[in-house]
């Protein structure tokens, strides 16, 4: 991935390979939705918005289902009425959300947002980002200017590693999210959104829930210099953490943006201090090209009949995107550094349980700890990587640290943190 974080050569070189990640669903209020698709939004359009976000298009591989871009920061993933952008660096997503929903309007045929979420991990070095992604605070401030009924959250422990996630919370109001409405409060608003494609002249608070969670231990080695505090300035107070030795479970006001009987699942795998010899292979000193990366390291055993694009950065740095059948992908960034490694993985393939999966990744990569989030629908088959997750304290060579359960709406959401046995 480019190193944008270097601006100032003077500066130590530093990359935050921590993503940001925004997911969007779109409908219409009267259901007529046959012939809408976000893939009808030209390319070219593409390319100005993500001229906001501060990154640009390297490639792209599609099939029937879904258009797959691999960017010169980390991916987005085009669908019939999902997209999902995820950018690392000092990438600014939230920004283009004006231009997003005005390309929506015009091109795709939809008028509502249906659903929204945006996450990531904590940042190692969150001074570097640029406004407003430098708090979490700041970016759920931004949301809320925009959505009446945002609802932001925290799992982990807030001083320590953690994972933030805000969406819309159907409790809160059966108002819709029109997108002239949107853009009218955009436009009319000072809120900082990026403006559009070029054609076209806080708190964070909780749902009427609470939560329980397990803390095993101490986040060992967790990043010092994260933003993790500034959350502590939201009104969180639906979450209302505590430990307890039974109850795990969260209840959370959000829905994800699939339709009941529409089956919808997501792994992630959030992986730090990652092995060296691991991480040499995504270098130009000891790999051609990202085939030869991909081949030496093992990504493409990862997932069977998967179609690759992948791309290998000079110096160093690595991205590739997986598509299948059916609307499912995969996809991986790699920042190999050794003072900042860094290693993403994403898939929404539809399985029983995600522990091979999460075996494989992380035989792969070799980290030292990681954070693993699975949310699923009740459509689909994904049934049991919560209670495998809660059952396992010890994973291969890693220590659980950190466990919670959320249920949403529609879904179910386990966040868990694991790292290795002191050695």
């Not at 990504?299 to 694009?309: A, H, Q, R, S």
Request: proline residues 3%.
């Amino acid at each position: 991935m480019e190193k944008d974080n270097n601006e100032n050569h003077h500066q130590e070189h530093y990359f935050e390979g921590v993503e940001k990640l925004l997911e969007v669903w779109f409908t219409r209020k009267d259901g007529a939705i046959q012939h809408c698709d976000l893939r009808k939004v030209p390319r070219e359009k593409w390319v100005s918005m993500l001229k906001i976000v501060r990154c640009e298009i390297i490639s792209m591989t599609r099939n029937d289902t879904i258009d797959a871009y691999v960017l010169s920061e980390s991916s987005m993933f085009v669908s019939k009425r999902r997209i999902i952008l995820k950018t690392c660096g000092t990438t600014t997503p939230l920004l283009c959300l004006k231009s997003l929903l005005y390309l929506v309007q015009r091109y795709a045929g939809y008028d509502e947002v249906q659903d929204l979420f945006y996450s990531r991990k904590n940042y190692k070095r969150p001074e570097l980002q640029q406004e407003p992604h430098r708090t979490f605070a700041d970016e759920a401030a931004l949301l809320d200017a925009m959505f009446h009924d945002g609802a932001a959250y925290c799992l982990g422990a807030v001083n320590r590693d953690c994972w933030y996630l805000y969406t819309l919370n159907p409790y809160a109001s059966p108002a819709g999210h029109s997108l002239s409405a949107l853009l009218a409060g955009a436009a009319d608003g000072d809120d900082g959104f990026g403006a559009s494609d070029g054609e076209e002249g806080t708190d964070g608070s909780s749902s009427d829930g609470g939560c329980d969670g397990i803390e095993d231990s101490g986040s060992d080695g967790a990043d010092s210099s994260d933003d993790s505090l500034d959350l502590r300035t939201m009104n969180l107070s639906g979450l209302n953490k505590r430990n307890v030795s039974q109850r795990y479970s969260i209840s959370l006001g959000g829905g994800r943006g699939s339709s009941p009987s529409e089956a919808d699942q997501t792994l992630e795998i959030m992986m730090s201090d990652l092995d060296p010899e691991v991480m040499k292979i995504f270098t130009k000193q000891f790999s051609a090209n990202a085939a030869e990366a991909t081949q030496k390291s093992g990504i493409d055993k990862i997932l069977p009949n998967v179609t690759i694009d992948d791309y290998l950065f000079d110096p160093c740095g690595y991205s590739m995107n997986g598509v299948l059948k059916n609307g499912e992908y995969m996809t991986i960034h790699i920042t190999p550094e050794a003072k900042f490694s860094y290693v993403s993985f994403e898939s929404n393939i539809p399985q029983s349980s995600y522990m091979d999966v999460i075996a494989r990744v992380l035989e792969t990569f070799r980290p030292g700890k990681f954070i693993v989030t699975s949310f699923a629908n009740k459509a689909s088959v994904v049934e049991d990587t919560h209670k495998d997750l809660l059952n396992a304290d010890i994973l291969s060579e890693f220590k659980r640290r950190d466990i919670q359960y959320c249920h949403l709406k529609n879904y179910d959401l386990t966040y868990a943190l694991y790292s290795k046995f002191p050695s």
